[in-house]
């Protein structure tokens, strides 16, 4: 593991570190990280060994944050996503992909927040509307690259690889991530346009809800789970779009849907989703203050 890792940092360092560089093409050192990767992900194959993978993977997600994280490693961050997804889906190593999503992310985080400004990481947080819509488009790409591949690779891997609770611990992980990351750059470069961003991703996971009751049917576990979290994120796209009689009225409507909805599906899951929209619905009526 040791020697696979030192293998793709010497890859890595061929591009990315300035006193080692003789590759100056970003397309070839990528293919090259892509080389090496494939050459792990198929010793840890043959050997069968998931602690030989797992290393090798931690190994390259480590080069990403000692040597200073850029664009270029993001991109070959995806990469090891996708050998991550591999052993998931040929050999059911269901620990290694959930540590390649936290990694994954934290290696953007390090590199969104840097390393040598944490003294100022409050302005690197909490401040809004700060960002460039270049540097939004940049960070945009890499997150929804990322979730795009771990949601795409939980959905793919075949039935008997992984079983509901893992595929839906593994999508959940993914979508929180991405929710929260996404929702963190909406604020800082269009905090005003935070309810379309929620109202896109609810949209996209109910879809994907659909496609996986499709796919995994007569299970609904994946489905209910995914609607669940379609319909909390489209419900927060109510709350940041409407204001005052117009919000009432949209969560009260949402609320009579879902109801609907959970009585023909015979879910309890999501007729108890209608119930909490007409709690929030009824508080925010009732709320003396009216501070929302």
Same mark, same amino acid.
């Given at each position: 593991?040791?020697?696979?890792?030192?293998?793709?940092?010497?890859?890595?360092?061929?591009?990315?570190?300035?006193?080692?560089?003789?590759?100056? $093409? %970003?397309?070839?050192?990528?293919?090259?990280?892509?080389?090496?990767?494939?050459?792990?992900?198929?010793?840890?194959?043959?050997?069968?060994?998931?602690?030989?993978?797992?290393?090798?993977?931690?190994?390259?997600?480590?080069?990403?944050?000692?040597?200073?994280?850029?664009?270029?490693?993001?991109?070959?961050?995806?990469?090891?996503?996708?050998?991550?997804?591999?052993?998931?889906?040929?050999?059911?190593?269901?620990?290694?992909?959930?540590?390649?999503?936290?990694?994954?992310?934290?290696?953007?985080?390090?590199?969104?927040?840097?390393?040598?400004?944490?003294?100022?990481?409050?302005?690197?947080?909490?401040? &809004?509307?700060?960002?460039?819509?270049?540097?939004?488009?940049?960070?945009?790409?890499?997150? &929804?690259?990322?979730?795009?591949?771990?949601?795409?690779?939980?959905?793919?891997?075949?039935?008997?690889?992984?079983?509901?609770?893992?595929?839906?611990?593994?999508?959940?992980?993914?979508?929180?991530?991405?929710?929260?990351?996404?929702?963190?750059?909406?604020?800082?470069?269009? %905090?005003?346009?935070?309810?379309?961003?929620?109202? $896109?991703?609810?949209?996209?996971?109910?879809?994907? $809800?659909?496609?996986?009751?499709?796919?995994?049917? %007569?299970?609904?576990?994946?489905?209910?789970?995914?609607?669940?979290?379609?319909?909390?994120?489209?419900?927060?796209?109510?709350?940041?779009?409407?204001?005052?009689?117009?919000?009432?009225?949209?969560?009260?409507?949402? &609320?009579?849907?879902?109801?609907?909805?959970?009585?023909?599906? $015979?879910?309890?899951?999501?007729?108890?989703?209608?119930?909490?929209?007409?709690?929030?619905?009824?508080?925010?009526?009732?709320? %003396?203050h009216n501070d929302w």
């Open positions: 593991a040791g020697s696979l890792a030192l293998a793709y940092f010497v890859t890595y360092a061929a591009h990315f570190v300035e006193a080692f560089r003789v590759i100056h $093409s %970003p397309a070839l050192a990528i293919a090259m990280l892509s080389v090496v990767v494939l050459f792990i992900v198929g010793v840890a194959q043959e050997r069968q060994s998931p602690t030989l993978g797992g290393m090798a993977l931690f190994f390259g997600y480590y080069t990403s944050v000692v040597s200073g994280v850029a664009t270029f490693t993001l991109a070959s961050n995806a990469v090891l996503a996708l050998a991550a997804i591999f052993f998931l889906a040929r050999n059911r190593w269901v620990h290694i992909s959930y540590g390649a999503v936290l990694a994954t992310y934290l290696t953007y985080m390090i590199w969104v927040w840097k390393l040598s400004q944490w003294g100022h990481i409050d302005h690197l947080v909490f401040d &809004s509307g700060y960002l460039s819509a270049e540097d939004f488009r940049l960070r945009a790409v890499f997150l &929804s690259l990322y979730w795009l591949v771990f949601a795409v690779g939980g959905l793919i891997v075949h039935r008997d690889a992984i079983t509901g609770t893992e595929r839906n611990g593994l999508l959940t992980l993914n979508n929180v991530f991405f929710f929260m990351l996404f929702s963190l750059l909406m604020h800082h470069a269009y %905090p005003d346009r935070q309810w379309a961003f929620q109202f $896109s991703f609810g949209g996209v996971l109910l879809i994907v $809800s659909a496609l996986a009751y499709q796919r995994f049917a %007569p299970d609904r576990s994946v489905m209910d789970a995914l609607f669940l979290q379609g319909m909390a994120v489209a419900t927060l796209g109510l709350i940041s779009y409407f204001q005052g009689v117009q919000l009432i009225a949209a969560l009260a409507l949402e &609320s009579v849907f879902l109801l609907m909805l959970g009585r023909w599906m $015979s879910s309890r899951w999501i007729a108890w989703m209608g119930r909490a929209t007409f709690t929030v619905a009824a508080v925010y009526a009732w709320d %003396p």
